[in-house]
């Protein structure tokens, strides 16, 4: 009863869409722009790139010029330019396997190193596997064979899909996005894939607002929660029940309706006693955030000298934000920001830093706990602090400010240990805030936005420690 309470709801709202969607046609045209950066950056995210929302929009807007030399761009082009087609010509693609091959070689379409697989259904076992610290691995969750195992029931997939017609659609499209991961079809690309065809189905079964929103950022949000449905339920594969994967499905999407409706009924808001010109002016910051004034008055065809006095009006409104003095003025429409609880992030020999964009006042930080991972043999647990001394771990966090400054502080990992007996997780009695625990001053309002850089350093050159963070984030 639950779960179908939660189906109706969403229905409901797919009913009501058509009436909205007229009354908010150039909202809309707004809000596609800034869900399409914001499902691109959050599915690659995900899987493991690095590149912040406003990188993305960077990168999207230069994709023709850019030389995509880094994984990271190669994976939000390839993303970006499936999410395009899908949007684009989502009612001729119809669901097949040829069309989902194709669709997963514009996904690889960037990498030179995916060459040998893109658009082909995996040649190698790729389970999901945990290491363990003595070097043991444990299959998770052991996908479909490869070779005729995976050709054929991908071929039973598709046919389930086109010849159930008892399934309500919107739960078929969970169903298959549940089975697509399951069996994980192709060599790489299956999680960013399996969101895109997310998408596809839901748009082909008329819910037509998810291009609106992001699915992606939801799912992005929710990582913990989506990977722990995922194996609880995969785990009992063949007999699984999977009545908890679609209740998340559902969550995701009554949480995204909300979430757009409020942006509708904010910009609503915001924008019905501005002039049209303003309304311009603020569309084109919120959608190119830390435009200067001359960027807006020649993108936009307005003198210089209207959009200055606008800029002054709209700032002491409080509808924008102004950063800088002189040349370096720019805006941003200000946002009041959820608090993202419990994300984390992990350290490795491999992957030394992570960064993030703090982008105005209201935005911190807060790391409360941090989990070492030992990589090594161990007896008793007094080795793993012996090691951790021994190789003087320590994370550095450093603040970039807009004006050229910078802070940082130093965290010995060692230090939060007891030396008595080494436990692995610290839950901080004093969570580190960022940027106010480690900037000696008070950050002025003109140096936002704030690059912020977390960095695993030690005396050796080989760590044997992952270092996992856990953090709220507004």
Request: glycine share 4%; aromatic share 10%; net charge neutral.
């Amino acid at each position: 009863m639950s779960l179908m309470k939660k189906i109706s709801l969403v229905d409901r709202f797919d009913a009501a869409w058509s009436q909205i969607e007229k009354r908010e046609g150039q909202t809309l045209k707004q809000l596609k722009l800034i869900a399409t950066v914001s499902s691109v950056g959050a599915s690659t995210r995900i899987e493991g790139s690095k590149m912040s929302d406003e990188e993305v929009r960077v990168l999207i807007e230069n994709l023709k010029i850019s030389k995509l030399e880094e994984r990271d761009e190669q994976e939000v082009a390839g993303y970006f330019k499936t999410l395009d087609t899908i949007s684009e010509s989502y009612r001729d693609i119809e669901i097949s396997e040829v069309n989902i091959k194709n669709l997963h070689k514009i996904l690889m379409s960037y990498s030179e190193k995916d060459e040998w697989h893109r658009g082909n259904y995996k040649q190698l076992s790729n389970s999901i596997e945990a290491d363990h610290p003595n070097g043991t691995k444990q299959i998770i969750f052991r996908t479909t064979e490869p070779g005729i195992a995976t050709e054929e029931i991908m071929r039973k997939l598709i046919e389930w899909y086109h010849t159930d017609k008892d399934t309500i659609p919107i739960v078929r499209a969970a169903l298959f996005v549940y089975e697509f991961l399951s069996i994980h079809p192709f060599q790489d690309g299956n999680g960013r894939l399996s969101r895109l065809l997310g998408t596809l189905l839901l748009l082909r079964e008329g819910y037509s607002w998810i291009q609106f929103v992001s699915f992606e950022h939801e799912i992005e949000n929710r990582k913990p929660e989506y990977y722990e449905v995922l194996m609880q339920t995969q785990r009992m594969r063949p007999n699984e029940n999977v009545d908890e994967w679609v209740g998340f499905f559902m969550r995701c999407l009554l949480h995204i309706q909300d979430q757009l409706m409020k942006k509708l009924e904010t910009k609503a808001s915001t924008t019905n006693q501005l002039a049209p010109r303003e309304k311009n002016i603020l569309t084109f910051i919120e959608n190119h955030p830390g435009s200067k004034s001359s960027e807006i008055a020649e993108k936009l065809n307005i003198p210089l000298s209207t959009v200055k006095k606008m800029l002054t009006s709209m700032t002491e409104n409080k509808l924008v934000l102004k950063y800088g003095i002189g040349a370096g003025t720019n805006y941003l429409v200000e946002k009041v920001s959820p608090l993202k609880t419990d994300i984390m992030f992990k350290l490795t020999n491999s992957e030394r830093k992570k960064e993030f964009l703090l982008t105005n006042p209201s935005s911190f930080i807060e790391v409360k706990k941090i989990i070492l991972i030992p990589l090594f043999k161990w007896v008793v647990p007094d080795e793993w602090s012996a090691k951790l001394i021994n190789q003087g771990l320590y994370i550095k966090i450093t603040g970039y400010t807009n004006q050229g400054g910078s802070f940082s502080h130093l965290y010995n990992l060692s230090a939060f240990n007891d030396s008595m007996y080494f436990h692995p997780k610290f839950t901080l009695h004093n969570p580190i805030n960022i940027p106010n625990s480690v900037s000696e001053y008070a950050v002025k309002l003109n140096e936002y936005p704030l690059r912020i850089d977390v960095e695993l350093f030690g005396s050796v050159s080989v760590f044997e420690f992952d270092v996992s963070f856990v953090y709220d984030k507004v």
